[in-house]
């Protein structure tokens, strides 16, 4: 498995899988969770895990099923709904002893799963910090869109190469001279490995139901960061606005000259925007 420096990712059995994550730093009762979004794994917030880490925090990041070197049981087939998810999670933070609320950071799906999680387990979450996140029902980039569909959907997932994943990682960022070559390669690496992640992948969108967040969304008191890049091409700013006018206790934070991941492609911004935001609550 990949490593950052002393970095080490682990196996954690929860439920019907092996978890894969990385724990760092001893903040105590100051947890962070960062959850990857859709076709990504926990090597999306490689920028950030020493960062918070030094900041104070206890920082936790897992591959979700479906994704990055997690594994499902042999004979397990999972629905991939959202309450699956988010059971995921409440099992895997158990398996780490964490009983106080924790910071959520999610991108894309990630914040998505989080939303739903801070929802539907109020008390256990500290604060949620949306990164470009899903939570409304909203047309997906082509691609995705297309997984929707059977016989299509199963076909697209098998055809997926690291040319496909450098695409979408170069439409995931704003400034694409970023994206290196070792990027894609780090990317890709799960996927082309296991082919549960491929069928995880139309198998997420056929199931994960965004209405069931957007119409919770009014009564989602919990503290939320909505962080965007202004030229998101996967996720149109204009959701952002959305979730400022929906959600009723939100900070709204843009970023000029930003795609899809502002965790990647302005981690200093980034990390300095979740500081402030955590130190004001």
Same mark, same amino acid.
């Given at each position: 498995?990949?490593?950052?420096?002393?970095?080490?990712?682990?196996?954690? &059995?929860?439920?019907?899988?092996?978890?894969?994550? $990385?724990? +760092?730093?001893?903040? =105590?009762?100051?947890?962070?969770?960062?959850? #990857?979004?859709?076709?990504?794994w926990l090597y999306s917030f490689r920028h950030l895990f020493a &960062?918070?880490?030094?900041?104070?925090?206890?920082? $936790?990041? +897992?591959?979700?099923? =479906?994704?990055?070197?997690?594994?499902?049981? #042999?004979g397990f087939r999972p629905n991939y709904s959202l309450g699956m998810m988010i059971r995921v999670i409440s099992e895997f933070l158990d398996s780490q002893g964490v009983s106080s609320p924790v910071h959520f950071v999610g991108n894309s799906w990630g914040g998505g799963w989080a939303l739903h999680f801070a929802q539907m387990h109020p008390r256990r979450v500290a604060s949620l910090s949306l990164l470009a996140a899903s939570g409304f029902r909203h047309p997906e980039v082509w691609l995705y869109e297309s997984l929707r569909y059977p016989i299509v959907g199963e076909l697209s997932t098998w055809l997926v190469n690291r040319r496909t994943a450098r695409s979408f990682y170069r439409c995931a960022f704003f400034n694409t001279e970023l994206v290196s070559e070792q990027m894609v390669d780090e990317a890709y690496a799960p996927i082309s490995k296991n082919w549960e992640n491929r069928r995880a992948q139309y198998r997420l969108m056929r199931n994960l139901d965004?209405?069931?967040?957007?119409?919770?969304?009014?009564?989602?008191?919990?503290?939320?960061?909505?962080?965007?890049?202004?030229?998101?091409?996967?996720?149109?700013?204009?959701?952002?606005?959305?979730?400022?006018?929906?959600?009723?206790?939100?900070?709204?934070?843009l970023f000029d000259r930003c795609g899809h991941l502002p965790h990647e492609e302005m981690p200093e911004t980034t990390r300095d925007t979740l500081l402030k935001f955590w130190s004001n609550l």
């Open positions: 498995m990949l490593d950052w420096g002393k970095q080490q990712l682990r196996l954690q &059995p929860v439920s019907n899988y092996r978890i894969s994550y $990385l724990r +760092l730093g001893d903040g =105590g009762n100051q947890v962070v969770l960062l959850i #990857h979004g859709g076709g990504t &960062p918070l880490a030094e900041a104070g925090f206890t920082v $936790l990041a +897992l591959d979700m099923p =479906g994704h990055g070197w997690t594994r499902t049981n #042999h965004w209405r069931e967040t957007e119409a919770r969304m009014g009564q989602t008191q919990t503290p939320t960061l909505v962080l965007w890049g202004k030229q998101d091409r996967l996720w149109p700013v204009s959701l952002a606005h959305r979730f400022g006018d929906r959600l009723p206790n939100v900070r709204l934070e």
